[in-house]
C-alpha cells in the first residue's frame, strides 16, 4: 500500500534537498581543496627518489699502498733503461702522486749515457722518478765520463741536507748548505744551482772554495 503525500509535504521536501544541496556547495571548493592536498601528500610520500652522487671529497695525504725491500726500474720508449729505485720503504700519496722512499738509493742513466747515483736518508718522488727531493745526508754523484769534445770530465759529487735533483734535466738544486767536489777541488756554499747540460755551475749565499794544482788533480 502506497502512501501519496499531499502537495504542500512534497514542496517542503523539495525545498530541504534543494538547501542542504547548496549547502554543500558552498564548502564543494574548500572540500575538493583539501582531496587535492592529501592526494599531493601521497605522491610525494611514495613516489621513488634519486639520491645525488655525493660531492667529490678531496684526497687526504694519506699512503694508498707500501713498497718494503723493493727496486723500481723506468724506462724510456725505447726500451732503455732510464732510472732505479732501490728504498727500505715506500710510500705512495695519491693525492699528490708521489712516493716518500726510505734510505733511498738511485741509480739514473742520462741520453749519452752517464750514469748518476744518488742516496738520502729520505727522498720524495714523482710518479716516474724524474723529480726527486733527498732529505738527510744528501749525496749526488756523477761519474766521470768524455765530454761531446772527447776530454774527459771528471766525476762530481754533491752532499748537504737538501737536494733537489732533475734527472732527465740533469740539473741539481738547493736552497741549503751544500759542498761539492769536483775532482780534487771542493767548493761550499749557502745555495747551489748546477746544470750538467750547460756546463753551468752557480754558487751562492758565503762560497769557499780550495783548488788543487792541476798536475794533482
Excluded: C
Excluded at 138 to 147: L, N
Aim: hydrophobic share 40%; glycine share 8%.
Amino acid at each position: 500500500m502506497s502512501a501519496v503525500l499531499p502537495k504542500p509535504a512534497l514542496f517542503r521536501g523539495r525545498a530541504m534537498v534543494r538547501g542542504a544541496w547548496e549547502q554543500v556547495s558552498i564548502y564543494l571548493p574548500i572540500i575538493l581543496m583539501g582531496l587535492m592536498a592529501l592526494g599531493t601528500y601521497w605522491l610525494a610520500r611514495n613516489t621513488p627518489t634519486f639520491s645525488m652522487p655525493d660531492a667529490a671529497r678531496p684526497a687526504r695525504h694519506e699512503p694508498d699502498y707500501y713498497m718494503r725491500d723493493f727496486s723500481v726500474k723506468t724506462f724510456n720508449a725505447d726500451g732503455r733503461l732510464e732510472t732505479e729505485v732501490f728504498g727500505t720503504e715506500a710510500r705512495h700519496y695519491p693525492d699528490t702522486d708521489t712516493l716518500e722512499i726510505d734510505k733511498p738509493r738511485i741509480r739514473a742513466f742520462s741520453v749519452r749515457g752517464g750514469l748518476t747515483v744518488a742516496t738520502a736518508a729520505m727522498a720524495l718522488s714523482n710518479a716516474d722518478a724524474s723529480e726527486v727531493q733527498l732529505i738527510g745526508d744528501a749525496k749526488v754523484t756523477r761519474e766521470g765520463a768524455k765530454g761531446d769534445d772527447g776530454k774527459s770530465a771528471p766525476a762530481i759529487e754533491f752532499r748537504g741536507e737538501f737536494l733537489h735533483v732533475f734527472v732527465t734535466t740533469e740539473q741539481v738544486r738547493s736552497h741549503k748548505p751544500v759542498t761539492l767536489i769536483r775532482g780534487g777541488d771542493t767548493f761550499s756554499a749557502d745555495k747551489l744551482e748546477y746544470d750538467n747540460v750547460g756546463r753551468v755551475i752557480q754558487l751562492d749565499g758565503r762560497v769557499r772554495g780550495t783548488l788543487q794544482p792541476s798536475g794533482k788533480r
